[in-house]
T-cell receptor
């Protein structure tokens, strides 16, 4: 099975930087994904890590350490529209490319 | 791009009726589609993996006779909730897997279907 843990809620200020952590336990690790989900909407893809290191994509970066079972999503220059739930998802090699999602971190960006 | 549509977006039905939800990949062919369920303030829970032309693979605890999945073509999968009850009220989201040539197999999500069973 897979256990994915991430904080339930976070609050940050507009213009600031926030880091959302995710730890996981899985057999046959085959990639970690971050998604953004606004209330009542489907998740949208943010990033994908399968090798150790940092992937940067504009204001968003994601880091992975496979040996530690750890990832983080870094959001820079926060905007009000970044208020959403951020989902960490792990894919296992024996899962047929299905994703196992964490419970999500609800981020509130304040003025 | 890669667009996935779902229909209907919202449905309200009486207890005991069946509801069919369609998931379509509009601009790509998806050999694999996934069905998730999300309860309020919870994360997405995988219900089943649907492969074109074969039987769906259900996750533990998901009744295959209650949640019927049909994947008749590379662009269409349907989920039928049979004899729906109030506890089946949830947000149902499908996704379609697209291979980008690098091993990513990114999943693109549909907009979801809000099911309310009275």
């Amino acid at each position: 099975g897979q256990n994915i843990d991430q904080p339930t809620e976070m609050t940050a200020t507009e213009g600031a930087i926030v880091q959302i952590n995710c730890t996981y336990q899985t057999s046959g690790f085959n990639g970690l994904f971050w998604y953004q989900q606004h209330a009542g909407e489907a998740p949208t893809f943010l990033s994908y890590n399968v090798l150790d290191g940092l992937e940067e994509k504009g204001r968003f970066s994601s880091f992975l350490s496979r040996s530690k079972g750890y990832s983080y999503l870094l959001l820079k220059e926060l905007q009000m529209k970044d208020s959403a739930s951020y989902l960490c998802a792990v894919r296992a090699s024996n899962s047929g490319y299905a994703l196992n999602f964490g419970k999500g971190t609800s981020l509130l960006v304040t003025p | 791009g890669a667009v996935v549509s779902q229909h209907p977006s919202r449905v309200i039905c009486k207890s005991g009726t069946s509801v069919k939800i369609e998931c379509r990949s509009l601009d790509f062919q998806a050999t694999t589609m996934f069905w998730y369920r999300q309860f309020p303030k919870q994360s997405l829970m995988l219900m089943a993996t649907s492969n074109e032309g074969s039987k769906a693979t259900y996750e533990q605890g998901v009744e295959k006779d209650k949640f019927l999945i049909n994947h008749a073509s590379l662009t269409l999968s349907t989920l039928t909730v049979t004899s729906a009850h109030p506890e089946d009220s949830s947000f149902y989201i499908c996704s379609a897997s697209k291979y980008d040539g690098t091993g990513l197999h990114e999943q693109f999500f549909g907009p979801g279907t809000r099911l309310t069973v009275l």
